[in-house]
Every structure is written in C-alpha cells, then in structure tokens.
C-alpha cells in the first residue's frame, strides 16, 4: 500500500489518524477499509466513530457505506487503544455523582490512580469501576463496561467523565478532540500573579532529561500545543488561588504550565512545588509552610467541574464539586496567615 497514513495527535485517551488514499484505490467500503489501516480496529469500533461523527472524508462526516476513491483525505478520532493489562474489577470505594446508562460521573479521592499502568496493576479506579459497572449490571449477556475519556492524575482529586459503552464513548471522544468540553480546575500556586487573568500558550512534551517530568518547549519543535486560561479567585500574600479553563488536555498541563510562569503549584514535588518558593526567612514562616505542607501532602488541583453534551440526549450537562477538605483546610490557613501579617504591613 502506498496510501500515506499519520497518526495526527494522541490527546488524552484517543487518536486521531489520517489517511490518503493511493491514485490507485479500488472503489471499497470507509469501515473496511479502516480495518485494514488501524491495528486492533474492530468493526463495531469503526461503526460507532461513524456514528458519533467522527470520520470525515475531505471535511466532511460520512456514513459507514461510502466508498473509498482515490486521493480521498480520511480522518477519523477513535477512543481508547487497546489495554495493554487485563482490568479485574475490584470492591474499592469510590465517589459516584451521576450515573445513567451511557456515563458515570465520580468525584475522585487524591491518591487513586485512574487507570492501570507501570507498578499500579490493581487498586486503581479502573478496576473499581469494573466491578461497580458489573455488580449493577441486570443484563449479564451484555454486561457493561467502563470506558475511560480523560484521565487525571494520581493525587489530582475532582470530577471525572467515564462512558459505559462504545458509542458514548466516541461521542464524547469527540468532544474532547474538538474541545468543546468545559472542565475548570481550581489550584493554589506560589506567588502573587501580576494579572487578574491570562493565557498560557506554550507546547508541552516529555522533558528531554527526565521522562516523568513535562516540560514546556516555546516552539513546537518538541511536544504538542497547549493552551490553560487561569484567573485569579483570591490572593493570599505568598499563595494565590487561582481558577484554570482547560483548552487542550496534556499530561500535568496545568502543572507544568504553572512552572513555566514561575508559579509552580503549591506542594507540587515534581514541579518545585514542595519548596519555600516565596516568603520570609523567618523560622515561624518555615514551620508555618511546612505545617500547611502536612495539611496538603499532594499538589494543591483539584478538578472541580466539568460541562459536556450527553451522548444520548444531546443535552449540555454540568457536574459541580466541592474543594475537598485538605485544600479548603491550607486556603484557610493561607487566608488567616494573610490576614494577620498585613496588620503588620
């Protein structure tokens, strides 16, 4: 085959492939010939990115039976590659605000992993809902299965979309590939930010020394577009806490995004968080952080709302969250600190 095919951008938990089909393609069904371009592509896969919209055939969406003519420019988002691990669903506690028969919403704890991976091969809120999905499952012919969109990381806590079928999974896919979701974080970073709001743009990868760590490349020779709007809700002196809108949705955005701007977030240990960044050098001061430190042991994000259209009503709905306790606990020891030392200013 001589068709030219890229893999355009991985976003989340999809990809997005692009195809262009040899001068020499023989008339042949979109889903067929998909199958034979995309490892692991089942048809039923293919069938419901068709759809749910997904595959565009020279900018325009296409049904399952249009046939494949030379040069044709085929784009397609599918959700979620194949699990590298086998999911066994585990009894573990977990925060379900929502529920239907196309998604899940859960308020996640600091400290879960999302999803299966390198030295977390159980325990993680994956394997919770496995068996969540299938102890309330009625139907045991066709029992359902959680289908991750988005993930957050391991000690981020807040609200999390999860799908219970292909179709809505794809659906939403799109939502996020076309970035149409509304998600906000809310965050508490070092420093007093000179602007009450603004945009940062700056593409974001794997850093070049350290493959745990993301870094932010100011051209895009390295890495993938991002863009985090932030506001800020309250100054606190040395801390601020600050709202953040999500454009785009790299790995650490949010926290590698705050580092770039010299505002890492507060008790961040990947990201230079977990020191005394600002301040005095005053042993109280110290010990005051350090106590707030305690309070927090994670970075200060939580992901406090999300806003999508449902994929079977077509519907736009908002899901809301409180700031967990550990985060509202170091704000209010943030605000009383600053309260009291400008009555010494």
């Keep these: 085959m001589s068709e030219k095919q890229e893999i355009i951008e991985e976003k989340e938990l999809f990809e997005h492939y692009r195809f262009i089909a040899d001068k020499g393609q023989s008339l042949l069904r979109i889903d067929k010939f998909l199958m034979n371009r995309i490892e692991n592509a089942s048809r039923t896969k293919i069938q419901n990115a068709t759809k749910a919209g ?4 020279n900018g325009k969406i296409v049904k399952s039976n249009y046939k494949v003519r030379p040069d044709d420019l085929i784009s397609i988002v599918l959700p979620q590659p194949p699990r590298e691990v086998e999911i066994i669903p585990q009894d573990i506690p977990i ?12 308020n996640k704890e600091a400290g879960m992993v999302v999803h299966p991976g390198y030295n977390n091969y159980d325990g993680t809120l994956l394997n919770a809902l496995f068996y969540h999905v299938q102890k309330s499952s009625t139907d045991k012919q066709n029992e359902k299965i959680p289908y991750l969109i988005h993930r957050i990381d391991k000690n981020t806590s807040g609200v999390l979309l999860v799908a219970k079928n292909e179709l809505a999974q794809s659906k939403l896919a799109k939502q996020f590939f076309e970035h149409t979701i509304d998600r906000v974080y809310i965050a508490l970073a070092w420093g007093d930010f000179e602007e009450n709001e603004g945009t940062i743009i700056g593409h974001i990868g794997r850093s070049l020394k350290n493959r745990k760590v993301m870094t932010v490349f100011p051209d895009a020779e390295f890495g993938k577009e991002a863009v985090t709007h932030y506001k800020v809700l309250e100054r606190l002196g040395y ?6 809108k999500l454009e785009t949705g790299r790995t650490h955005q949010i926290r590698a995004h705050m580092r770039y701007i010299k505002h890492p977030l507060f008790n961040d240990e990947t990201y230079g ?10 042993t109280k001061y110290k010990q005051f952080v350090n106590n707030c430190f305690k309070i927090i042991p994670r970075q200060s994000l939580h992901a406090k709302s999300l806003g999508f259209i449902h994929p079977s009503t077509n519907k736009y709905i908002f899901f809301d969250s409180e700031l967990p306790d550990d985060m509202q606990n170091v704000i209010e020891k943030w605000r009383k600190y600053s309260s009291q030392t400008k009555l010494f200013d």
């Design 54 to 57: 997904n595959i565009l055939v």
């Design 95 to 106: 925060n379900i605000f929502y529920e239907d028969d196309d998604i899940i919403i859960v």
């Design 239 to 244: 801390v601020t806490k600050i709202e953040c």
């Design 273 to 282: 968080g977990d020191q005394i960044i600002k301040g005095t050098t005053f």
